[in-house]
């Protein structure tokens, strides 16, 4: 049993920036995070994969940056000129022996 616990997010204008932190309770596979805004589904943000390669949503390129620190066990997203469509809940996630684990979300809100 893996657990995640997020950190940060809150209310920003657009353009401003924002960081989340992500601290599991044991090391994981991979790491990254989701979010879901209302009426939409969950979509993937930015991940850390297993093999130490990042992938990014198209939608969120050259404005969020993803980095993992393996000695603590956490995910970072700085997440830097933000729009009002980033505005969701974002979930922290983890896989560990083909499990998948999440955590309990941090609301992002982008005010225009």
């Known amino acids: 049993q893996v657990q995640l616990v997020e950190s940060g997010g809150g209310l920003v204008q657009a353009g401003g920036s924002l960081g989340l932190s992500c601290a599991a309770s044991t090391s994981t596979f991979s790491m990254g995070w989701y979010r879901q805004a209302p009426g939409k589904q969950r979509e993937l943000v930015a991940v850390?994969?297993?093999?130490?390669?990042?992938i990014y949503a198209d939608s969120v390129k050259g404005r969020f940056t993803i980095s993992r620190d393996y000695a603590k066990n956490t995910v970072d997203l700085q997440m830097n000129s933000l729009k009002p469509e980033d505005t969701a809940v974002y979930y922290c996630?983890?896989?560990?022996?083909?499990?998948?684990?999440w955590g309990q979300g941090t609301q992002v809100t982008v005010s225009s």
């Open positions: 850390v994969t297993g093999g130490g390669n990042t």
């Open positions: 996630r983890a896989t560990f022996n083909y499990n998948v684990y």
